[in-house]
């Protein structure tokens, strides 16, 4: 089936550093999301993407985030500076329309900051 | 706020058995969606199936059917007929039908991690 693909699937950082994590969505996907997973807690709502804008973002998606897609490249999540509370297993995903909830995931991308 | 419940940590089957997980949910909402996700040890993460709050009749994909019960806003999966590839931890989800909601954004459960025995 359709793939998304998470690069890279993990990252070791020291806290106060960048760190970018790139999502290469299915292809005729429009809308993009990112989800946040801390080990043994549930997925949570970070930001949707649609149009080239942020639609939406949970209390979650701090200041220190940005999400973009210049021209049809990787969606990407930047996280600067970094913060120990930013360790979790980051998922994007995609979607072909806004509303149906079919998600398609990556297998996420580790962040560990140190 | 929307809140999604999985109170079932693990659960244990023999291969080609029926196992049923639970999940309860809370909404404001009338109109709202609800899912099941899979995410195998590789980490993959699978869309199973879903409900319309608006629709009575218990959504079926497979050997994968739901067990809808609104008045407890209840959403339990069962799996009939499990096999090895079963063993996975299965999420539940909830979106809400709002008409300014601009996309898919999910409440997840904490997940229930099934192991399917030979």
């Known amino acids: 089936g359709p793939k998304v693909l998470q690069i890279p699937s993990h990252q070791i950082i020291d806290m106060g550093q960048m760190v970018t994590l790139n999502c290469d969505p299915v292809?005729?996907?429009?809308?993009f999301y990112w989800y946040k997973q801390i080990l043994g807690q549930q997925m949570e709502f970070l930001v949707n993407?649609?149009?080239?804008?942020?639609?939406?973002k949970s209390k979650l998606f701090k200041d220190q985030f940005s999400v973009e897609r210049p021209d049809g490249s990787y969606f990407t999540l930047k996280i600067q500076p970094t913060a120990l509370e930013d360790s979790a297993v980051y998922f994007c995903?995609?979607?072909?329309?806004?509303?149906?909830?079919?998600?398609?995931f990556g297998e996420g991308s580790k962040l560990t900051v140190l | 706020a929307q809140k999604v419940t999985q109170t079932q940590t693990s659960i244990s089957v023999m291969e080609k058995t029926t196992v049923t997980m639970d999940c309860v949910y809370e909404?404001?909402?009338?109109?709202?969606?609800l899912f099941w996700y899979k995410q195998t040890a590789s980490g993959e993460i699978v869309f199973l199936i879903r409900q319309d709050s608006y629709k009575k009749e218990n959504a079926t994909v497979g050997h994968y059917s739901l067990n809808f019960q609104k008045p407890k806003s209840s959403i339990g999966l069962i799996i009939t007929a499990t096999q090895i590839e079963d063993s996975a931890v299965y999420f539940c989800a909830m979106r809400e039908g709002r008409a300014n909601s601009a996309g898919n954004k999910l409440t997840f459960g904490i997940g229930t991690r099934v192991l399917v025995r030979p």
């Open positions: 292809s005729n996907h429009l809308y």
């Open positions: 909404t404001q909402d009338s109109s709202y969606f």
């Open positions: 993407f649609y149009n080239g804008k942020v639609m939406e």
């Open positions: 995903a995609s979607s072909l329309t806004g509303h149906t909830g079919q998600l398609y």
